[in-house]
């Protein structure tokens, strides 16, 4: 038996002193984890200065203390404070660091569903939960050794049902694909990063739902096209108008043979990275406002003169960062021949990247051990939890219209 566990059964001699060492050590596991996400942002933006060499992005002491409702009792944490003064073209200040493990609202902690997903990922392996569950005598909250192998038993089952069910009848207007990697270290000797492929789509009320949730063998075409066969197989008939999606072939190959009438759409925020990774440190921050000139621009038009500016601009100094942007230029812009209001969800795969930051960040520093299987159950019950607040898409009533084949021309419905 280790030291820890044989301190921690004489601390359960006492309550008192059990309740006051389990709300410490969550307390300061907490303000740990609060303090590397910050730390993590400020390295990010570390190239970001101004004229005279200063940093942009700075820690700037610490907010007021903010005192957490959790399963261990009540816990006083401090969130540091970011002085982010990067500026948009107008001067104004366009970026605020946002936690993702303490947003902004937040006095109560996650029900005890998504924390044992969210323990396991970062690292405590079943073999763990029993020991150090029964050490610190958890019953009381409901993380008890048994009901903990049950629960992980329970949603197993539940990813399979669910993985199964069937989908006639269901019809998503437009759809997001990524594959997600996780830095867990896997039992399997030799096993490489777990990778998931994730599907979203948007119904034709515009409620957004996760579609698909599966093991990957990295991003492959054959990967999606079974991925994709199998959900035409459940009854998913009607192909999407659109797929968003980055730049990994094996979707769009596999999509053009299962779906082919589905138009793609290439994510923005991953070709920006692609284009900025081509260029320069000193070059990068004014080419990302100049490729946001591209995106942002009122109608197509516009767009290809941007377009063709930033291609103008860089391919004689930097030939791999313009034939990066130019490969795909039709499918960078293919959201302007659908409602402007929805134009910034069809963009870029945010409804799933923003969902998945959270769980990125919950296993890319974890050095604990697991299986693809436990993964993956665990990912679909954080993911489960999070689509109960994920908003509908702005716009929905117009997406009848695009079902009925409405023509859009630079975001307005075009007239007969």
């Given at each position: 038996m280790s030291t820890v566990t044989s301190d921690l059964q004489l601390a359960i001699a006492t309550t008192p002193v059990l309740d006051q060492l389990l709300r410490e050590g969550a307390r300061r596991m907490l303000q740990h984890a609060i303090e590397r996400e910050v730390a993590d942002y400020l390295e990010a933006h570390d190239h970001a200065r101004d004229e005279r060499g200063r940093r942009l992005v700075v820690r700037n002491?610490?907010?007021?203390?903010?005192?957490?409702?959790?399963?261990?009792?009540?816990?006083?944490?401090?969130?540091?404070?970011?002085?982010?003064?990067?500026?948009?073209?107008?001067?104004?200040?366009?970026?605020?660091?946002?936690?993702?493990?303490?947003?902004?609202?937040?006095?109560?902690?996650?029900?005890?569903?998504?924390?044992?997903?969210?323990?396991?990922?970062?690292?405590?392996?079943?073999?763990?939960?029993?020991?150090?569950l029964a050490a610190l005598n958890l019953d009381g909250s409901g993380l008890s050794a048994s009901s903990v192998i049950r629960m992980k038993e329970l949603?197993?089952?539940?990813?399979?049902?669910?993985?199964r069910r069937s989908l006639e009848g269901k019809r998503y207007v437009y759809v997001w694909a990524d594959g997600i990697y996780f830095n867990i270290r896997l039992e399997e000797p030799g096993a490489?990063?777990?990778?998931?492929?994730?599907?979203?789509?948007?119904?034709?009320?515009?409620?957004?739902?996760?579609?698909?949730?599966?093991?990957?063998?990295?991003?492959?075409?054959?990967?999606?096209?079974?991925?994709?066969?199998?959900?035409?197989?459940?009854?998913?008939?009607?192909?999407?108008?659109?797929?968003?999606?980055?730049?990994?072939?094996?979707?769009?190959?596999?999509?053009?043979?299962?779906?082919?009438?589905t138009r793609p759409q290439r994510c923005w925020v991953h070709k920006t990275a692609n284009v900025l990774n081509a260029l320069p440190s000193n070059r990068q921050e004014s080419a990302k406002h100049e490729l946001q000139q591209i995106w942002m621009a009122a109608t197509r038009a516009d767009a290809h003169r941007a377009f063709d500016t930033f291609c103008a601009t860089y391919e004689s100094k930097y030939p791999k960062a313009a034939a990066c942007l130019a490969k795909d230029r039709?499918?960078?812009?293919?959201?302007?021949?659908?409602?402007?209001?929805?134009?910034?969800?069809?963009?870029?795969?945010?409804?799933?990247?923003?969902?998945?930051?959270?769980?990125?960040?919950?296993?890319?520093?974890?050095?604990?051990?697991?299986?693809?299987?436990?993964?993956?159950?665990?990912?679909?019950?954080?993911?489960?939890?999070?689509?109960?607040?994920?908003?509908?898409?702005?716009?929905?009533?117009?997406?009848?219209?695009?079902?009925?084949?409405?023509?859009?021309?630079?975001?307005?419905?075009?007239?007969?």
């Open positions: 002491g610490h907010l007021p203390p903010r005192d957490l409702q959790t399963p261990v009792g009540p816990l006083r944490v401090e969130q540091p404070r970011v002085d982010d003064r990067r500026t948009d073209e107008d001067g104004r200040r366009a970026f605020r660091f946002t936690s993702a493990i303490l947003p902004k609202y937040l006095r109560k902690s996650k029900s005890i569903e998504e924390l044992v997903p969210w323990l396991y990922l970062k690292g405590i392996s079943s073999s763990d939960f029993p020991e150090a949603w197993r089952g539940e990813w399979l049902d669910w993985s490489k990063r777990a990778c998931v492929l994730v599907l979203m789509g948007a119904t034709e009320d515009g409620t957004k739902e996760l579609i698909a949730l599966s093991e990957g063998h990295r991003e492959s075409e054959m990967s999606w096209r079974e991925l994709l066969l199998d959900l035409k197989s459940r009854g998913l008939a009607d192909a999407p108008q659109l797929a968003v999606g980055d730049g990994a072939l094996g979707f769009w190959k596999a999509l053009s043979q299962v779906y082919p009438s039709d499918e960078l812009l293919a959201f302007y021949d659908f409602p402007a209001e929805h134009w910034s969800h069809l963009r870029t795969t945010n409804p799933i990247e923003s969902t998945f930051a959270t769980v990125r960040l919950r296993t890319e520093k974890t050095k604990g051990a697991g299986t693809r299987a436990a993964c993956l159950t665990m990912t679909f019950k954080l993911v489960q939890s999070a689509q109960r607040r994920w908003n509908r898409l702005k716009g929905s009533t117009l997406l009848r219209e695009v079902i009925d084949g409405i023509e859009f021309i630079d975001g307005i419905r075009h007239a007969a």
